[in-house]
T-cell receptor, first 116, second 113 residues
């Protein structure tokens, strides 16, 4: 299994531009999570999906952020317009679910976003 | 004043020593706990988990202890190696959280050769 695959690994963009981060979860996993990690705030949950349906998006900072999961094998996190304070490492994770103790996440390698 | 960032707990040990990393959790309804290791430039990796009906679980060189009375979790690493240097996160699943884990802030472990 290739694990959770994120792209791109690094993204540098100018303020005001649209940024799209991509994630392919592990096949068969029912849950998908988007996290943001910064030195200031640590690891923050932005949004998560169960069977492609958004369950909790209360961590999404503002309307500039949106996430979709059109099918079980693909999700995107979009920032439009981007701002320098969005600079962070964005992680995608997936987990099997399906049982009370089957919630260990597998994380992707992350996308390091720099907005200048 | 303005925050200058998280001040993570740090632990420095010599190679070969045993390490103990601690974590306090707040929700007595949490029923599942996991330790993750995050190396520089990588995503967090699963190390070991434990259910709330257990007090102890052992893996390869790692042991997790759970004390539900004081809501405390610890990770013990035996014969610590330089490759163990990383940030370690505890995570808890609350019964009501429907699949979501709540992560602690993390502890920085540095192993000196």
């Amino acid at each position: 299994d290739a694990g959770v695959i994120q792209s791109p690994r690094h993204e540098v963009t100018e303020m005001g531009q649209e940024v799209t981060l991509r994630c392919k979860p592990i096949s068969g996993h029912d849950y998908l999570f988007w996290y943001r990690q910064t030195m200031m705030r640590g690891l923050e949950l932005l949004i998560y999906f169960n069977n492609n349906v958004p369950i909790d998006d209360s961590g999404m900072p503002e309307d500039r952020f949106s996430a979709k999961m059109p099918n079980a094998s693909f999700s995107t996190l979009k920032i439009q317009p981007s701002e320098p304070r969005d600079s962070a490492v964005y992680f995608c994770a997936s987990s099997p679910g399906g049982g009370r103790f089957n919630y260990g996440y597998t994380f992707g390698s992350g996308t390091r976003l720099t907005v200048v | 004043g303005e925050s200058v960032g998280l001040h993570l707990p740090t632990l420095s040990v010599q190679e070969g020593d045993n390490s103990i990393i601690n974590c306090a959790y707040s929700n007595s309804a949490s029923d599942y706990f996991i330790w993750y290791k995050q190396e520089s430039g990588k995503g967090p990796q699963f190390i070991i988990d434990i259910r709330s009906n257990m007090d102890k679980r052992q893996g390869q060189r790692v042991t997790v202890l759970l004390n539900k009375t004081v809501k405390h979790l610890s990770l013990q690493i035996a014969a610590t190696q330089p490759g163990d240097s990383a940030v370690y996160f505890c995570a808890e699943k609350r019964v009501t959280s429907y699949g979501k884990l709540t992560f602690g802030q993390g502890t920085i472990l540095t192993v000196h050769p």
